[in-house]
């Protein structure tokens, strides 16, 4: 079977079991390793992107799924996402990153909360992280980066001004 979805603002057409899952896909016949493959459960958001700019586990989702809608990695993100960039930077800055596993789903399903969320404490963060894992750092950091982010975009010369 054939599906034909935009990936990172690209035609890509796979051709093969529609069962398939995307994480596969991307990783295996794109080499698009950002996207982890850790769980292959869905609850590790090691392996988020934005499918209709929606985060989405990439192990649970079916290539034969994705038939005419839009696909973001973190590849995608890092390149034409300002606020995955901005994130990225962030996390930079406070030292968030370790192993590295756990930091392109972070990304992607943090860049979307700060687009909904241009105000928002410490507790939405810790509750919009969940369904990300992270085994190495502890959390603090990375919602000290949120936190970072949400303070920059209030500050003069910020996104919201």
Avoid: W
Avoid at 135 to 144: A, K, L, M, P
């Amino acid at each position: 079977m054939s599906t034909t979805f935009q990936l990172n603002g690209e035609t890509c057409r796979f051709d093969g079991d529609p069962m398939t899952p995307l994480v596969d896909l991307l990783r295996r016949d794109r080499f698009m390793t950002g996207t982890k493959a850790v769980c292959r459960e869905g609850f590790c958001g090691a392996c988020t992107v934005h499918v209709e700019g929606v985060p989405v586990p990439a192990c649970l989702r079916p290539v034969g799924l994705l038939e005419g809608l839009s696909v973001t990695t973190i590849e995608g993100a890092s390149r034409y996402d300002a606020e995955a960039r901005r994130l990225q930077a962030a996390f930079e800055r406070v030292d968030v990153v370790q192993c590295g596993m756990c930091f392109p789903g972070m990304v992607m399903n943090l860049s979307q909360f700060l687009r909904e969320n241009r105000s928002a404490d410490r507790d939405a963060v810790k509750h919009a992280m969940v369904g990300n894992i992270c085994r190495c750092t502890g959390y603090e950091r990375i919602v000290d980066a949120v936190m970072e982010c949400l303070a920059e975009a209030h500050s003069p010369g910020g996104t919201d001004v």
